[in-house]
């Protein structure tokens, strides 16, 4: 219940700002001077987001290389082993 409540008031404050947001955007004489600065806002946003995706593509091609190398270690030592043990 109380669950509930909780997302029924988040959603009504969430609600509120969203409306008082479009209220001032509609009421106020330099809407392009916001669409701007809301632009440059999601261009910085779209690069930051562009940056991390590619750091973290980095890593992960990183971690797959040593998983590589080490699991043709592994191969290299079990059929090394494998020999040896047939001998």
């Known amino acids: 219940m109380k669950s509930e ?3 029924l008031i988040l ?3 969430i609600g509120a700002a ?3 947001t479009v209220g001032y955007f509609l009421a106020c004489d330099n809407k392009q001077e916001i669409i701007d600065r809301i632009g440059e806002t999601v261009d910085k946003a779209k690069k930051k987001i562009s940056q991390v995706i590619n750091e973290g593509i980095e890593e992960l091609d990183t ?3 040593k ?9 290299s030592r079990a059929k090394a082993d494998q020999m040896g043990g047939e001998a």
């Open 5 to 7: 409540n909780t997302k």
């Open 63 to 65: 971690a797959v290389d």
């Open 11 to 13: 959603g009504l404050a």
């Open 67 to 75: 998983v590589n190398t080490l699991a043709q270690t592994a191969i």
């Open 18 to 20: 969203i409306g008082a």
